[in-house]
């Protein structure tokens, strides 16, 4: 009997390890997918799952929001045709100008920073947009480092597609009346492993 009883506290020992290991796993991903994150300027040309594309996009609209009014729009493009149709018609209303020479650097594929995948966000103007916009967007940054994915935040795409060239495209990305185009999140697998850049520890102060 004693045996039995000793085995018996062995084993829900055991179990209580495994499920503490667990739960201090659990608490720790969220850490450890920000210590993680990069900003990922290089991408493989592999194409990314469309259930990873919805994941990251369901983990944004998760975000808090003013007064849970959730007014954002998220629009996912992942056809090649698409991105490089975009690319060229840009390509082509900027050429001979200064910023086709700043575009097209060694490497350049697209406007998205190569990425085989964008993630378009909308909302319209308003107090709380930018804070609204800025939790979605870091949801959807660390869904993606927990599945192995980079991101890049572009801002660049408000000025992109204000040449009117691009205004077909805008189009088709369908944000209701009244949403404006506020970034878009490149998407893709890595193609580099950047270090992390130095954080300025000294913004951070306790108010006594």
């Not at 919805?54 to 983990?59: D, G, Q, R, S, T």
């Not at 900027?94 to 086709?100: L, P």
């Not at 992390?196 to 000294?202: E, F, G, S």
Request: charged fraction near 25%; aromatic fraction near 8%; include cysteine.
């Amino acid at each position: 009997m004693k045996r039995l009883i000793c085995l018996l506290a062995l084993c829900v020992t055991a179990v209580l390890s495994v499920w503490m290991v667990t739960e201090s796993q659990k608490k720790n991903g969220v850490i450890e997918a920000i210590e993680a994150r990069r900003s990922i300027r290089a991408y493989k040309d592999t194409p990314v799952e469309r259930e990873k594309l919805e994941l990251l996009a369901k983990c944004g609209v998760l975000a808090p929001s003013a007064m849970n009014r959730q007014e954002w729009e998220v629009r996912i493009v992942d056809s090649k045709e698409w991105i490089d149709g975009c690319t060229s018609a840009y390509l082509k209303a900027i050429e001979g100008t200064d910023k086709a020479k700043h575009m097209l650097t060694p490497g350049f594929k697209n406007l998205f920073r190569n990425a085989p995948a964008v993630i378009f966000v909308a909302a319209p103007e308003g107090l709380f947009s930018g804070v609204n916009l800025g939790m979605l967007g870091q949801n959807m940054m660390l869904a993606a480092t927990d599945v192995e994915l980079g991101t890049c935040c572009l801002g660049s795409v408000q000025m992109l597609f204000a040449e009117p060239a691009l205004a077909p495209y805008l189009e088709s990305l369908g944000f209701s009346d009244g949403y404006k185009l506020s970034y878009a999140l490149a998407v893709g697998y890595p193609d580099e492993t950047p270090d992390a850049k130095p954080r300025d520890l000294t913004k951070i102060k306790f108010v006594e």
